[in-house]
C-alpha cells in the first residue's frame, strides 16, 4: 500500500475537524428548532381523539331571527358546527373534549377555550365586547389609534392587546410565537389569499366573519350571537340581543312618518357616495317610518356585491334635493360640524330642501365600529323624523349641522 503523504494527511484532518463542525452546527440549529416548535405549540394540554364525526347528531339548531349569512347547529356532547353562505365551515370543540376523527377535510376546528385570538375585523370588536369577552383578544389587527371603542383602546395602552399588523401584512412570528388560537378576519382577507394560507400553514385557523353582508341592520348585530358560540358565552350574547329588540319594539311598531331620508357623503373629487337601494342603511331608515330618497336610482352593476355607489352631484341634486332630511355619512370622508362646511363641498347644497329647513345631520365616526348600536341608530333616524325638537344629547350616533 502506498504510503499516504503529509499533504494529504494535512487534508484530512481538515475534512474530519469540518464535518465535526457542520455536525455540531447542524445540531444546534435542531436544538433550536426544537425550542421554536415548543414556543409555537399550543399550549392547551393534550386530549384523546373525540368522537367518530359521523356518530356526532347536531340536532339542535340556533334560531336567528333575521341574519343569513351563519348557521350554528349543535350537538349534545357541546359541539358546535358553524356554516358561513360563502363556503366556509367550523367545528367549535368543547374545552377539553378531542377533535372529532374523520372530520371533512373542509371543516376548520376552533379547540375551545378562544382566549389568544388575533382581530383583524374591527367590525366584530362590538360584538365581542358587548358579552364582555374582550379579554379573548390579544393581538390587534388594528393600532390604537385607530380604535373607536373604548375597551380595544384601553387594552392596547395596558398592553393586555399588541398590534400585531394589519390583515394583509400581519407579524407572522408574533402570531406563532404567541399561540394563536384563530385570527378572525373580514372578507378582506380574500383579496390577499397568500396571507390566509401562510396563517393556516402556522397553525392558525381563520374564521371569516361576513356581518357587512347581512342586508337587514338587526342581522348583523343577530352575528353577536355567533361570537357567543365562539366564546362559550351564548346566554349572554341571547340576552344582549333580545333586550336591544325590546328597546326598539316602540319604533318598530310606529307607523311610516311619510319622511325622505337621503344618506351621502361626498369624496375629494366632489363625487357623492351613497348606500344602494336594499342595503343595511336603507333597511335602518325604513325601519324608522322612513323613505330612502334614493329608491329609484339606478344601481352601477360594475362594482359588484359593494353596498355603496358613488354618483354625480349633479345627479345626487335631481334625486335628494327634495329629501326632508339629509344624513352625512362621516365613516367614510370625515365628521362635518357646519352646514357651511357641507355647502364648501358644493354650492348646490344651497338649494336642498333640507338645507334650508336645518333638517341635516352628521353621523360619529364610531358608528362604522359599533355595529351592535345599529338598533340606536334606528332609534336616532326616527327622532330626527318625528321630533322636531330633537338635539343632539338625545341621540346615539347623529348631530345635527349647525
Known sequence: ??????????????????????CLVIAFCL??????SQQQASTKP??????AWESIDFDHKLKLDYATQFSVESSDEGYSYIEVKDGLNYLVVPEGAGVPTGMPDDVAVLQQPLDNIYLAATSAMDAIRSIDAVDHIKLSGTNESGWYIDEAREAMASGKMVYAGKYSAPDYELISSTGCDVAIESTMIYHTPDVKEQLERLGVPVFVERSSYETHPLGRMEWVKLYGVLFG???????????????????????????????FSVNAAGAVTVHKPGDYIVKSIELAGGTYALDNIKVDSDNGSLSTMNMQMESFFDAASDADILIYNSSIEGELTSMDQLIEKSPLFE???????GDVWCTGKNLFQEGMGLSNLIADLNRAMTDDAASDDQMSYLHKLD
Open 233 to 263: 358565552k351564548l346566554d349572554a350574547a341571547c340576552e344582549f340581543y333580545d333586550n336591544k329588540l325590546a328597546e326598539l319594539k316602540p319604533v318598530l311598531k310606529q307607523k311610516p312618518c311619510g319622511k325622505t331620508v337621503a344618506f
Open 351 to 357: 338649494k336642498f330642501k333640507a338645507v334650508n329647513s
Open 1 to 22: 500500500m502506498r504510503p499516504v503523504s503529509s499533504t494529504t494527511r494535512k487534508n484530512l484532518a481538515l475534512s474530519a475537524r469540518f464535518v465535526a463542525a457542520a
Open 31 to 36: 436544538a433550536l428548532c426544537g425550542c421554536g
Open 46 to 51: 393534550a386530549v384523546a381523539d373525540g368522537p
